[in-house]
Each structure stands twice: as structure tokens, then as C-alpha cells.
């Protein structure tokens, strides 16, 4: 399965970005999609999920209320739209996918995904 991540882009604070991940297979149907990102010299940390499943979503406190993760399972694409974008959010965005459904309380972890996207660039300008 490949994953394929676009829309990253230069912005200024406060502006808007939308994310777009689409499966080379059909694994956002019943499996969960989720978001990632990392920092220059940080950890890789979650930022979204979907459980396209239940269709209940789960954002990490920085970015509750700004940005909102939804999925096309026609398309076989999750998307990440990113609103009142501040410099902190600058990152290399990383979409996840796997078979299957997952447990929720495993839904925040990269280790629970078993496929990745390349990653694509979001930068803020303050």
C-alpha cells in the first residue's frame, strides 16, 4: 500500500492549508487514518485521526479547534484542513494508514499505523 501526502506549502501565520492523503488501496474504508508531524530536531508527535470506522476523530490539544481531519472513502483519501496556522506548526507532515480497525486508545500512536506517507512540508511564517 502507498500513500501519497500533498498540500504542504509555504504560509503566513493565520492562514489556511489543506493536507491530502490518498491509499493506493482501499484501507481508509474500514481502517483509520491519521496525521503526524515533525519538527526540525523533535520527535515525530500525532496531530489527527480518523477512525473511519466510527468516523470519531481525535486531535492533539495543540491543534484542537484549528485544524479538522475528514476522509472520502470513494476517494480512498484523508484530508488534514489546517486553519489559524501559527509558526509552531511548521513541520514535515506524515499521513498513516493500516488494515483493519484499530483500538481506540492506540489511535494516537505511530507505532499503531503500518503504512506511511512520504511527508510533505508546511511552513508558517511569523
Known amino acids: 500500500v502507498q500513500l501519497q501526502a500533498f498540500g504542504g506549502g509555504l504560509v503566513q501565520a493565520g492562514g489556511s492549508l489543506r493536507l491530502s492523503c490518498t491509499a493506493s488501496?482501499?484501507?481508509?474504508?474500514?481502517?483509520?487514518g491519521g496525521w503526524f508531524r515533525q519538527a526540525p530536531g523533535k520527535e515525530r508527535e500525532f496531530v489527527a485521526a480518523?477512525?473511519?470506522?466510527?468516523?470519531?476523530?481525535y486531535y492533539a490539544d495543540s491543534v484542537k479547534g484549528r485544524f479538522t481531519i475528514s476522509r472520502d472513502k470513494a476517494k480512498n483519501t484523508v484530508y488534514l484542513q489546517m486553519n489559524s496556522l501559527k509558526a509552531e506548526d511548521t513541520a514535515v507532515y506524515y499521513c498513516?494508514?493500516?488494515?483493519?480497525?484499530?483500538?481506540?486508545?492506540?489511535?494516537?500512536?505511530?507505532?499503531?499505523?503500518?503504512?506511511w506517507g512520504q511527508g510533505t512540508l508546511v511552513t508558517v511564517s511569523s
Open positions: 488501496e482501499r484501507i481508509f474504508v474500514s481502517g483509520p
Open positions: 498513516a494508514g493500516r488494515n483493519g480497525r484499530i483500538i481506540t486508545s492506540h489511535i494516537k500512536r505511530a507505532g499503531a499505523y503500518e503504512f
Open positions: 480518523i477512525d473511519t470506522w466510527t468516523g470519531s476523530t
